[in-house]
């Protein structure tokens, strides 16, 4: 082992590789602090290079490679796996932790071309900076954006707030530099908007949670600043008035229509209750609300216009039961701080079963009406935490215990809870996962869902890239 930790100092220098166990715990660590797994090492390339030299290193010694970034992942895909795990999958039960971090350069900036050239250990929230500093937009964005990093971003697939108008992480890079799990560097940062000649192999990385190799740059589209932006809280009768003024949303307003969020009147009532200086801009309480952004290029005056109208024509037809439109940045920032919060007004609630689903948007409301009924029949009183990317059909689907119970022994039921809502899902020929991915966490849950034709094609494609299988053992595949 001590041979293996020379070899590693000599690659990246001393400095850059952590043994010492206290050291290395908060990179042993997820961020909810589920998952723990003590590494050999934590390794910190600052080159291309450096990384090729570490992984050609692992795989002559066959050990595994935990790729990390910002470290945000809600699913223990970034750490190491615990002594019985890592004896099941890692080959040899090693693995180091390679965080990517010191490699934030930004390569390349082509406002022309529409395209940035980052490297993968960028923090989002500077790559967001960067593109405005060039008069663009770089569209993804999270609330975990001032931590996570831009490999770590491609290698979820990652979403966020404005997947309905931009796509995700996907849909936003043109190419990729990936460090193989035999070390060799695959040059693919081509800023392509056309290109047909065969497999898209960039796409096979994107999404694969670090299972078939190291992203160490890319090429990612940026976009006209929108020059104004419009948001407005829309009270609702229902999921299924939601849809429908997504629709007329859409039908009114075209692209415009940046984000549109689902809440229920539950999610917003922790806010409030956690969050004091929040409150709801209305005299009564709804049932459900929509947090709606409108952005354009063009000016405000003409959004602002846009959206009043709609919002006439939905009040009309009686799909917006009233509505508040922020007229100043303040104001649409204490409207986005109702959603923003939520997630941190569950931890503050107590412990909670929590699902990150997708099913078709034409779906959502009987998805939400039907599993709701379900989990109601199977665990009375259960407190259901729903919000989320209704115009994506993704819902942050998570389930509180019965006021006044015992969360430990609730917390206890999260695989019989987990059950109903994924097999509905099923129903509607949904997704486990529409944003955090499987990592550890759902890696078993998958086989339950996809059929095995799909698994069996997921195994042939990682045996082809990483035959050794070093690269992040024990997730998404098993
Ligand atoms: P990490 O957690 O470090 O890694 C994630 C996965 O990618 C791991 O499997 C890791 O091994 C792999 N990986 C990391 N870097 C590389 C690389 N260079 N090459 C190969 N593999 C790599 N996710 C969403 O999609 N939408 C959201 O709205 C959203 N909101 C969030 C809000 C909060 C408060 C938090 C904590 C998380 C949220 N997430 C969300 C989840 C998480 O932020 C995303 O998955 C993010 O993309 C992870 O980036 P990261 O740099 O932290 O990656
Ligand atoms: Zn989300």
């Known amino acids: 082992m001590t041979r293996l930790i020379e070899q590693l100092n000599s690659i990246v220098g001393k400095a850059a590789v952590i043994t010492d166990p206290q050291e290395v715990t908060p990179y042993a660590t997820d961020w909810r602090k589920r998952y723990f797994g003590m590494p050999l090492a934590v390794v910190k390339p600052a080159s291309t290079a450096e990384v090729a030299a570490v992984v050609k290193l692992c795989a002559a010694t066959r050990t595994g490679i935990v790729p990390q970034g910002g470290n945000t992942s809600l699913c223990g895909g970034a750490t190491p796996l615990a002594a019985e795990d890592a004896n099941r999958f890692a080959p040899g039960g090693a693995q180091i932790v390679l965080k990517l971090s010191r490699m934030n350069r930004v390569r390349a900036v082509d406002p022309v071309n529409n395209t940035v050239t980052v490297e993968a250990g960028c923090v989002l929230a500077n790559v967001q900076q960067e593109a405005a500093a060039a008069g663009r937009l770089f569209p993804l964005s999270l609330a975990a954006e001032g931590s996570c990093e831009i490999g770590g971003n491609l290698s979820t697939n990652a979403g966020g707030t404005a997947v309905l108008r931009y796509g995700n992480a996907r849909d936003l890079v043109l190419g990729l530099e990936v460090v193989l799990p035999d070390g060799r560097i695959w040059d693919g940062l081509r800023a392509l908007r056309k290109d047909n000649t065969g ?280």
């Not at 976009?223 to 948001?231: D, N």
């Not at 689902?262 to 609300?289: D, E, I, K």
């Not at 100043?328 to 204490?334: D, G, L, N």
């Not at 599993?371 to 109601?376: G, K, N, P, S, V």
């Open 199 to 478: 497999y898209d192999l960039k796409q096979l990385f994107v999404g694969a949670e670090g299972t078939l190799g190291i992203i160490t740059a890319a090429v990612l589209k940026l976009f006209p600043r929108p020059r104004a932006r419009a948001t407005a809280l829309v009270a609702l009768e229902s999921p299924a008035r939601a849809l429908e003024l997504l629709s007329h949303m859409q039908g009114a307003c075209g692209d415009r229509v940046t984000g549109f969020e689902l809440m229920s009147a539950f999610c917003l009532s922790l806010v409030t209750r956690h969050f004091p200086a929040t409150r709801l801009p209305f005299a009564r309480t709804y049932a459900q609300y929509v947090l709606l952004e409108l952005s354009d290029t063009a000016s405000a005056e003409s959004l602002d216009a846009a959206l009043q109208a709609a919002l006439g024509e939905a009040a009309e037809r009686g799909l917006a039961l009233d509505a508040a439109v922020a007229t100043s940045e303040t104001q649409a920032a204490a409207l986005w701080a109702l959603r923003e919060n939520i997630p941190e007004a569950q931890v503050r609630e107590g412990q909670q079963i929590k699902h990150d689903i997708s099913v078709p948007i034409s779906c959502i409301a009987e998805y939400i009406d039907v599993t709701d009924a379900e989990l109601q029949r199977a665990f009375p009183g259960v407190r259901m935490v729903t919000f989320g990317h209704l115009g994506d059909g993704n819902l942050h689907y998570n389930i509180a215990p019965p006021a006044g119970a015992d969360a430990d022994a609730f917390m206890a039921r999260a695989s019989a809870v987990s059950r109903v809502v994924h097999d509905g899902v099923a129903r509607f020929s949904g997704s486990i996962s529409a944003e955090h991915g499987l990592g550890q966490y759902k890696r078993g849950e998958i086989l339950r869902y996809k059929s095995p034709l799909e698994m069996e094609l997921m195994r042939r494609i990682k045996a082809a890239l990483d035959p050794q299988g070093i690269m992040n053992p024990g997730k998404v595949l098993q």
